[in-house]
């Protein structure tokens, strides 16, 4: 069975996931001195076997190389994670990258970033080595990397001991003279990327002086690897350095050396800029989308969902302040009473969307409040003051023109960051003039039109009326869109601005998994949409009103429903779900994310807590540790493999290291007295195996003294299905894990980029298996189970009933719908749709069957 780590901030640190799969490398061996000397920080690279990077952490995508070679992703902690595929790929200019990502997206651990065809960097750069680096490493105190191989998306890479406030570095002198370069050409063939990069910052380091290197209006710490690949520097740009301090003239006079002779990189020399004309065309932003049909409106998909109803623009109201105040004194205390007032307001809707919708989303208010303590911000607003300007004109020429600043970056992510400052500067300088903020009566059924919307606006809307919104500013990326999602509103942005003109009550229908809004639809089409909505709406509830009634079928026939999980919290969602019991508790995760094993005590409580979460009637199955050389753990050493999948991995750990197994086993002895516990034993393949496991089991329960349980194994090994007769006389219980099932049948690995597609376990090749151990189970009085993740597919569900499953072990949010799916069969239809399943020629002709072929 497949796991998923999450990386969180643990007692022992943070944990960083592999972004790709294959072997661990030691950045030292890397054979590059950039990254084998650390200059761009602490790490580990991997030799890989995939083509997809995918987000080793959850965080926000801060910079993305114009050559889609490398990404760079800043977690909560603030750490810095850059990756960077293959050695001397810049040079490649792209080719073989396919970024799935654009800077200032959020991401989770697992998601896709970059797929690279690794046949083409392979033949066309020095190396496929792939780093993964922290790029700040005076927030960590300490690098504890991995070894062995990994698979991507799952298995920890990097423990990082964060540092504490104590050990950041310090602040660097800015007393003295303040010294600005001559124009820099920069000479490398592909700019400030990486590597140069390092070095410049690595030269920095030496000097006291504060170090900023100037792009057009941009500016980055020379000290910041991110920083400089951030500003996006290409061979013949124009940079300056500013320095300021004690050491400022021989730290410019030094560093404008090395950077105009290429920071050591070969190949380095002077290009021509750019003309201005090209310049220009450059830094035009993309057109928008534009449609032929004056019916369709086209955006961005901000957040999915369709909503049928009827439009509404609102408009932001224009607060007058006058020019001239008071005397300075008063007028900054206004200022100052008002901002905490802001803050306040502020932190009352952060709790509010953190009831609402996902707690993250609650940090959008946070980043509000950092706003308001910005000290540019600030210092703009208090210096028009003093010059006799009143603390609200002061206020508002102030936030106003920084937004102006935000919204001309051609960055998606801070130009959308403008409309956050002006939802914080409004609602302080409403405060400031006492203006009331206007109570907006939203008409039934209200699809909402703007030029653009606040993330206040979005948090505080009257979701019981307004069913979605279609915005001219903003897109994916910003902080509504965010809102929007959590809050499962349908939403569009950067639409085209004649939605403006559209009249209040125009009837539409608002794609937003499209990015589409059509325009004045029949009543036909408006009522088509809606009874669908309504008709999915009332299956939902009613499916989650009949949860607790048993999942039996037309013609009688019961099917067990249980739910597959990692711990005490989904045991107590599957109950409330109406699930009626656990079929597969994956016991690896009680030992991830540690730096040893639990003990038998530890191991003993979390079990049994489980049990009494789930009462003494729902049986609680165990797999007893599931891991090994595809998923190895930080304190288990388990030698390289050529082929983890086909090494130790299941229970032959366990009979490897006996200790690990009898601990484990003892422990689930003991919590069974709390509750209807069995024990369940990943990748047997021979009987030898099962006997061995059920005799270690045996032993144990005769030391405790305690009464026998049920014992079963998981078929996902297509020796096991095949001997299933021999193995149903020996064993209480199957267990199908279709996972691997699928994987080994077909010889496809499930993670292979080119080969996942063809994964599929409704392929007839697997049904057959698993039919012909459902019969071996039933002929011995025994019952087959699933626990893969094809039990929670309702096209595989009437399948798997038709072959003789007796229990199917589902994803938690799945359990109230599969029940009613069942509610809905007849065994004979199931039994027929599942040996004409099983006559198909591929797992596309098998999904293509309807549900009761016709003869």
């Avoid at 800077?103 to 970059?114: A, M, S, Y």
């Avoid at 900023?212 to 991110?226: C, Q």
């Avoid at 349908?490 to 589409?516: C, F, Q, W, Y």
């Avoid at 109406?578 to 979390?606: C, H, K, W, Y």
Wanted: charged fraction near 25%; aromatic fraction near 4%; glycine fraction near 8%.
């Amino acid at each position: 069975m497949s796991y998923a780590a999450t990386p969180v901030r643990t007692s022992s640190g943070v944990l960083i996931i592999a972004p790709l799969s294959g072997h661990l490398v030691p950045i030292e061996k890397v054979p590059d001195p950039v990254f084998a000397q650390k200059m761009v920080g602490d790490g580990i690279s991997i030799d890989p076997i995939s083509e997809t990077l995918v987000a080793p952490c959850d965080g926000e995508v801060i910079q993305l190389h114009p050559s889609h070679h490398a990404v760079t992703i800043k977690t909560a902690e603030g750490l810095e994670v850059l990756m960077h595929i293959g050695l001397d790929t810049v040079t490649l200019r792209g080719k073989g990258f396919t970024p799935k990502v654009k800077e200032g997206d959020t991401v989770k651990t697992g998601d896709t970033l970059i797929e690279f065809d690794a046949d083409y960097i392979a033949l066309n750069a020095r190396s496929l080595l792939t780093q993964l680096v922290i790029t700040n490493g005076e927030k960590v105190a300490n690098f504890a990397p991995r070894s062995g191989d990994v698979t991507g998306g799952k298995d920890v890479v990097l423990q990082l001991s964060l540092a504490g406030s104590e050990t950041t570095t310090s602040a660097k002198s800015t007393t003295g003279k303040k010294v600005t370069s001559q124009a820099i050409v920069i000479p490398n063939p592909t700019g400030l990327h990486a590597r140069p990069a390092a070095v410049l910052a690595n030269l920095a380091k030496k000097y006291k002086s504060d170090l900023r290197l100037k792009f057009g209006e941009k500016l980055a710490n020379v000290r910041s690897v991110v920083g400089l690949m951030g500003l996006s520097i290409d061979n013949g740009d124009t940079v300056y350095l500013v320095a300021e301090g004690e050491d400022a003239e021989t730290a410019v006079a030094e560093l404008t050396k090395e950077m105009q002779a290429g920071l050591g990189e070969e190949g380095s020399k002077p290009a021509p800029a750019p003309a201005s004309v090209a310049q220009a065309e450059i830094n035009t932003p993309a057109p928008r989308p534009r449609s032929e049909n004056p019916n369709i409106i086209l955006g961005v998909a901000a957040s999915p969902g369709v909503a049928v109803g009827n439009t509404y623009r609102i408009q932001h109201q224009e607060i007058s302040v006058a020019e001239t105040g008071e005397n300075a004194n008063k007028e900054r205390r206004k200022l100052e009473n008002a901002i905490a007032q802001a803050k306040l307001e502020i932190e009352a809707l952060r709790a509010k969307v953190h009831g609402q919708a996902d707690a993250a989303k609650a940090a959008i208010f946070a980043a509000h409040q950092e706003l308001l303590e910005d000290p540019e911000i600030e210092e703009m607003a208090t210096a028009a003051i003093d010059e006799g300007k009143s603390a609200a004109f002061a206020w508002k020429q102030t936030y106003t023109y920084q937004a102006q600043q935000l919204a001309k970056l051609q960055n998606e992510l801070l130009a959308a960051r403008a409309n956050d400052l002006r939802d914080v500067g409004g609602r302080v300088l409403r405060i400031l003039t006492g203006a009331t903020v206007e109570e907006i009566s939203y008409p039934a059924n209200t699809i909402l039109i703007a030029e653009d919307l606040t993330p206040s606006d979005t948090a505080t809307m009257d979701r019981s009326k307004v069913l979605g919104f279609c915005t001219v500013g903003g897109g994916a990326t910003s902080h509504v869109s965010i809102l929007a999602r959590s809050m499962d509103i349908p939403a569009i942005a950067g639409a085209e601005p004649r939605i403006l003109d559209l009249p209040n009550g125009t009837p539409v229908i608002l794609d937003g998994s499209k990015g589409t809004m059509r325009l004045n639809p029949t009543p036909e089409e408006m009522e088509r949409v809606k009874q669908l909505q309504i008709r999915l709406a009332a299956k939902r509830q009613t499916d989650l009103a009949t949860a607790f009634e048993p999942a039996t079928t037309i013609d009688g026939h019961r099917v067990e429903i249980v739910a597959n999980i990692g711990n005490i919290e989904d045991a107590e969602k599957a109950v409330a779900l109406g699930g009626e019991g656990v079929g597969l508790l994956r016991s690896e995760f009680v030992f991830m994310e540690r730096d040893s094993a639990p003990n038998e005590d530890e191991q003993t409580e979390i079990y049994a807590s489980i049990a009494r979460v789930l009462g003494p009637d729902r049986p609680l199955i165990i797999r007893t540790l599931d891991v090994g050389g595809d998923k190895p753990l930080p304190y288990l050493s388990i030698p390289h493999e050529e082929n983890p999948f086909l090494g130790e991995r299941g229970v032959r750990i366990g009979f490897d290291r006996p200790e690990i197994l009898r601990t484990q086993l003892r422990a689930i002895l003991k919590a069974s007295q709390a509750g209807k516990v069995k024990v369940m034993f990943p990748m047997i393949a021979r009987l030898e195996e099962w006997r061995m496991a059920k005799g270690m089991l045996e032993e144990e329960r005769q030391k405790l003294g305690v009464p026998p349980i049920e014992a079963g194994i998981m078929i996902e090994i297509p020796a096991a299905a095949v001997m299933a007769d021999q193995f149903a006389k020996e064993a209480d219980f199957f267990s199908v894990g279709t996972n691997d099932l699928t994987q080994y049948t077909l010889a496809m690995d499930r993670g292979h980029p080119k080969l996942a597609p063809y994964v599929d376990a409704l392929n007839p090749g697997v049904l057959t298996l698993i039919g012909v151990a459902a019969t071996a189970a039933r002929h011995q009085g025994k019952w087959l189970g699933v626990c893969g993740g094809v039990a929670s597919d309702p096209q595989a569900v009437p399948l798997l009933v038709g072959l003789g499953v007796s229990e199917l072990s589902v994803s938690v949010p799945t359990i109230p719908s599969i029940k009613a799916q069942i509610r809905e069969l007849k065994l004979s239809d199931c039994q027929k749709l599942a040996k004409f399943a099983i006559a198909q020629a591929t797992a596309a002709e098998v999904r293509a069957l309807s549900p009761l072929p016709e003869k």
